[in-house]
Every structure is written in C-alpha cells, then in structure tokens.
C-alpha cells in the first residue's frame, strides 16, 4: 500500500509562513509525480504545485508562484511545500498526491493521482 502522511498544517496569520510535509511509504518512488492540491469549503480541489521525483522539475498553480515552494528530500521520501506570504484565500484544506511521472496526461488534474493522503487544515486568518 502506498501511503502519504501530511503534517504542518495549522492557524497563522496573514503574511505568515507555514511548511507542509508529505511522508510517503510503500514503494519506490523514483519515477512518480508528487502533487500539492487544496480544497476550501465548497469549491473544487485545485492543483497547488507537483514536483517530478527523479529529476525535481516543478509546476505551481499561478495563485501561488512566488509565494510557495515545493521540494523532496530523497533519503526521507518526503515532499515539502514552503508556504510564505500566506493570504487568507490560501485557507483550505491541503492534500499530498502522488502517480507516476507519466500516468497521466496532466500534472495538474488531480484525477490522474491514485494515492492520496489525508489532508492537512491550514487556516490564514487576516
């Protein structure tokens, strides 16, 4: 079973910072697509940012380009997103995704992610 583990959600203020953690275990993840989603209460979960696991390219949603930062440490199979400069439109609940690099069409469609973790509250009061 592949599982994805978030931690580091929590209530800042705005212009604050926060980083996300995503664990991941039950296979090698070399070749896959890790993948940063959000949802806020009553809209559609929205891509964030992904990063390709072998060689580290990286794709970010335009809301957040400038602002926010993914990363992965190898040895620990865990997956960042660096968040600065945090609004109050970030407030959502954020979700750790992955699928192999080429299982899909589109970085960014979070159809295409079969593994899924739990989701992490991140909260940006104003």
């Known amino acids: 079973q592949v599982q994805l583990v978030e931690t580091g959600g929590g209530l800042v203020q705005a212009g604050g910072s926060l980083r996300l953690s995503c664990a991941a275990s039950g296979r090698t993840f070399s070749g896959y697509a890790m993948g940063w989603f959000r949802q806020a209460p009553g809209k559609e979960r929205d891509f964030v940012a992904v990063?390709?696991?072998?060689?580290?390219?990286?794709y970010y949603a335009d809301s957040v380009k400038g602002r926010f930062t993914i990363s992965r440490d190898n040895t620990k199979n865990t997956v960042y997103l660096q968040m600065n400069s945090l609004k109050p439109e970030d407030t959502a609940v954020y979700y750790c995704?992955?699928?192999?690099?080429?299982?899909?069409?589109?970085?960014?469609?979070?159809?295409?992610?079969?593994?899924w973790g739990q989701g992490t509250q991140v909260t940006v009061s104003s």
């Open positions: 990063i390709t696991w072998n060689s580290g390219r990286t």
């Open positions: 995704a992955a699928r192999n690099w080429n299982s899909g069409t589109y970085f960014h469609t979070n159809t295409e992610y079969p593994y």
